[in-house]
């Protein structure tokens, strides 16, 4: 006859090796289980790396480069440049202008013409004037407006030289043939000034000094001049209703 103190022991052992094996069994179970990973921040990671990858990379300090920068912080170097393909396109141009200043650089010629074109079509008569202006000319437009106004007063509508993004080829004045709202702010309430603000970007140009806005671009509201920057950056400036100071800040480019 088996004793209870015998099979009290039995059951001692029993549990024991019962303990030992789930124990061994738990150990083997987690050496086999994979860290799990939070998929939120993985995506999270992965969107920004591929936003960063996506952010343009734009040259806004080689004079020759489409998206210089030229404001009265950020000057044209050397003082002296002069674009080297500089042509006279097929539009109508002022006969006060000088070659200089009834040319532009040959990347933004077709934009342009196609532009005025299409302007045409819709019964707009536009003359481009004031194209490229070397450093020199500049001077003398700016020493003239200080003569007349007063220097703070120029410095509102005029660049000092060096700082003209008219040196740069890709920027230009627009007017009608009859000169109605010449160089004044009514032109942005023409037929013409509110086409070609809906309208420019489409051909990859922006109103630079759009209203305002001179608190940033440093500039009175100018709705006739126009500067080339590509039909992608254009078309985002236009959309977000961005100056290109305020454009080239998104993208950490600058401080304002």
Not at 63 to 73: I, P, R
Not at 208 to 216: H, L
């Amino acid at each position: 006859m088996i004793s209870k103190d015998f099979l009290r022991k039995l059951l001692i052992v029993t549990g024991a090796l019962l303990i030992t094996s789930l124990l061994a069994y738990g150990l083997r179970s987690d050496k086999n289980k994979k860290p799990k990973t939070d998929s939120s921040v993985t995506e999270k990671s992965e969107v920004k790396k591929e936003s960063v990858s996506k952010r343009p990379q734009l040259d806004i300090k080689t004079a020759t480069s489409q998206y210089v920068l030229v404001n009265k912080t950020y000057g044209i170097q050397p003082e002296d440049y002069k674009p080297g393909d500089l042509v006279v396109p097929d539009v109508a141009t002022s006969s006060s202008d000088s070659k200089d200043e009834q040319s532009i650089r040959e990347i933004i010629r077709p934009s342009l013409e196609k532009m005025l074109k299409d302007a045409k079509a819709s019964n707009l008569d536009l003359v481009m004037n004031s194209g490229f202006r070397s450093f020199k000319s500049q001077g003398f437009y700016f020493n003239n407006y200080v003569k007349q106004s007063g220097l703070e007063a120029a410095k509102k509508f005029s660049a000092q030289p060096g700082h003209s993004e008219h040196q740069t080829g890709l920027a230009f004045d627009l007017s009608y043939a009859d000169r109605k709202c010449y160089l004044d702010i009514c032109f942005g309430q023409t037929d013409a000034g509110k086409w070609l603000a809906d309208h420019a970007h489409d051909y990859g140009f922006i109103l630079r000094y759009p209203y305002g806005k001179s608190d940033i671009t440093g500039y009175q509201y100018e709705p006739w001049h126009f500067r080339y920057v590509g039909k992608d950056v254009a078309n985002e400036i236009y959309e977000k209703k961005l100056t290109y100071e305020e454009y080239l800040k998104n993208l950490g480019l600058i401080t304002l």
